[in-house]
């Protein structure tokens, strides 16, 4: 059946770029995840307040290592993406998109930080290459991401980096806790600061 529109961005545009090492300092960047990597990932998972907010854990080395291998496969299916954030090359958290659409143009952000790197506004600074590269070199349309109410340090983060709240969507996630409402923010490529939107 025809389609009565044009994609924003076609099919493959992801899959046709290798994923970048994003800097977003002399000593803090964005880079792919590593075999020498697994720690971190284990330990991501094993925290609490990670936790709290996300939908699984990890019992082994080995599925640590899947999920760092995994990200290759996704990357060329154009589904979902991850960055380990590093400080002097050492992981110590991740920052990505899920959910990508690119016939909208559209994807939602995610990211997490290791507790002995938070309280210096590391994913915030994270999220702006990353925000840019997905502007100006891939081309999407919108940024967006989703987090419960309850989870106040991921507002902060999505606000100082200059995503608009948007609403509120009820009862639209899942923790181990049951459903939660959730805060939806956005940013435009059209927004005030970013791309004019002709690229």
């Not at 389609?3 to 792919?32: C, E, M, Y």
């Not at 496969?73 to 659409?101: F, K, P």
């Not at 200059?162 to 940013?187: C, F, K």
Request: hydrophobic share 40%.
């Amino acid at each position: 059946m025809p389609v009565l529109f044009t994609a924003v961005l076609p099919k493959g545009t992801l899959n046709a770029l290798r994923q970048p090492v994003l800097a977003i300092d002399d000593q803090l960047a964005l880079r792919t995840w590593r075999a020498q990597d697994v720690p971190a990932v284990r330990a991501a998972f094993d925290c609490p307040r990670i936790q709290r907010w996300h939908p699984r854990r990890m019992d082994s080395d080995e599925e640590a290592w899947e999920w760092i291998a995994g990200w290759t496969r996704q990357w060329q299916d154009e589904i979902r993406t991850s960055w380990a954030i590093t400080h002097n090359d050492r992981a110590v958290g991740q920052i990505g998109l899920r959910n990508i659409d690119l016939e909208q143009g559209a994807a939602e952000l995610s990211y997490w930080v290791l507790p002995e790197a938070r309280g210096a506004g590391l994913a915030a600074r994270a999220v702006e290459p990353m925000t840019r590269w997905c502007f100006d070199a891939v081309g999407f349309h919108r940024l967006f991401l989703k987090h419960s109410t309850e989870n106040m340090a991921s507002c902060r983060v999505a606000t100082t980096a200059g995503y608009v709240p948007e609403g509120t969507l009820r009862a639209a996630m899942l923790h181990v806790d049951g459903l939660h409402d959730a805060h939806v923010h956005s940013r435009l490529r059209t927004d005030e600061g970013n791309d004019d939107g002709s690229a």
